[in-house]
């Protein structure tokens, strides 16, 4: 790839509390190789040469957002669940309906969608909590991982780097119940039959990485814990866990295990830097200790988290304990990383009734660098010199965004203000518009394929 220039007009820079304004930032092969604060509103230093054909970006240019926890299916069930009363457990109900309709094919075109809506929002990368691994009743596919590339091919037509976290669902219960109807689609049997399949998927694209994930305490028994913890070690790869979302898992592994969840995955050593809590919405003040101590990360989602009403997790307290934070849209209620990052200050407040809990640029952190890093993706998130050449650019002329200081940014903007993304150094969005998937035409024929 050739070298590429962008003239930012303003840009968030890494340890820096707001954006500067006036920046040349310089890739080449996929790498940001400079970046250059044009001192004196837009004169170039000595030995810098701003050639005619830099990509001029109005408004406020930030790192690649990272999508820390996504279920691509989950897009099909927006807009309805709202019919009435209920809950996470009565949701759910409605999300298997979903899964049961779900081929390779299918659900190539719904991810390649969703995915394409992800750019459209600035995520340039994306964690793929992915559980729905078989055929009807559980029978596996001729490939025992067609629908993992299927998820593979999705991230490269929409243009994002993919992180497949193989997410490890045995069981119906933290009492050990059987899976039935829906659920079959989703077990191995036992936690060494899961790995032997990951092992067997190796995709081949170099924006494709692989993960592990134990879906929850209710779906991995606690003898085979180790064993999902252990292959991600052994690998390399981090790790997540849905931890804690809802009261209920509590109640029912004190009730089998005498104790929280959090401290039964500690005690099979699960907890750790490269291990991501996803939700953390009702822990313990000792689960707080637990995982800042073992630097486990936490990934709060929470346009879902309110969407399916399960809570508001201790965002401030587990930060201060030692927790990096990241944000993911789970669900995909919204898909729009500043509400998400945004909420973790906007929720705190409701829960504490006190503002003031994260500064603007621990916010951006929480949707770029730290996602990443959850992710497995160290070198991006940042627009520094070797990371990778993620841009994003959001207006600052907009209904919304129109006399907002750029450091009010993260506060005011949408996911429809973003008007440029870039992706490993490749234009993906341009002007508002996905540069290769007409992403409104195929949601709807991708939705409409799985829901009528």
Do not use: K
């Amino acid at each position: 790839m050739p070298l590429t220039r962008w003239l930012a007009e303003y840009a968030w820079l890494p340890d820096h509390a707001e954006p500067t304004p006036d920046v040349l930032i310089e890739a080449e092969a996929g790498r940001i190789t400079a970046v250059t604060p044009l001192v004196g509103g837009g004169a170039a230093p000595a030995g810098v040469e701003v050639l005619g054909d830099a990509v001029r970006l109005p408004g406020l240019t930030l790192p690649g957002l990272a999508n820390a926890h996504s279920h691509a299916f989950h897009r099909a069930l927006r807009g309805r669940t709202h019919g009435g009363r209920g809950d996470f457990w009565s949701w759910r109900d409605v999300m298997y309906d979903v899964a049961a309709r779900l081929d390779p094919d299918s659900y190539l075109a719904l991810a390649r969608a969703a995915y394409a809506e992800m750019a459209l929002a600035g995520i340039t990368c994306v964690g793929e909590f992915h559980y729905l691994h078989h055929g009807p009743e559980g029978r596996p596919y001729a490939d025992p991982n067609a629908m993992s590339a299927a998820l593979v091919e999705a991230a490269a037509h929409a243009g994002i780097r993919l992180t497949l976290l193989d997410t490890a669902y045995l069981t119906a219960g933290v009492d050990g119940a059987e899976l039935v109807g829906t659920q079959r689609r989703f077990g191995d049997g036992d936690a060494l039959r899961w790995a032997e399949r990951v092992d067997a998927f190796r995709p081949e694209n170099d924006h494709a990485r692989r993960g592990a994930a134990i879906h929850s305490v209710r779906a991995v028994p606690a003898e085979q814990l180790a064993t999902v913890a252990g292959w991600a070690d052994r690998n390399g790869m981090p790790l997540h866990v849905h931890l804690s979302e809802q009261p209920a898992e509590n109640d029912a592994c004190r009730a089998v295990h005498g104790c929280t969840p959090t401290r039964l995955l500690a005690d099979h050593g699960v907890l750790g830097p490269h291990t991501t809590a996803v939700h953390a919405t009702h822990p313990t003040s000792g689960d707080v200790a637990l995982l800042g101590e073992s630097r486990t990360g936490v990934c709060l989602c929470p346009t879902t988290e309110r969407d399916l009403a399960d809570g508001i997790g201790p965002a401030r307290r587990m930060a201060e304990a030692g927790s990096p934070l990241s944000v993911g849209s789970d669900s995909h209620a919204v898909v729009d990383l500043f509400e998400e990052a945004r909420a973790v200050e906007l929720d705190e407040r409701l829960r504490t009734r006190r503002r003031g809990h994260f500064s603007p640029a621990e916010l951006v952190t929480a949707a770029t660098v730290a996602g990443h890093a959850a992710l497995g993706w160290g070198d991006a998130g940042r627009l520094s010199v070797g990371d990778r050449a993620d841009l994003v650019t959001v207006r600052l002329d907009s209904a919304r965004t129109a006399g907002v200081p750029p450091v009010g940014a993260f506060f005011a903007a949408t996911a429809a203000d973003v008007t440029h993304v870039v992706v490993d150094g490749r234009t993906v969005v341009a002007d508002g518009r996905h540069q290769t998937v007409d992403v409104p035409t195929e949601l709807r024929h991708a939705i409409g394929e799985v829901t009528s």
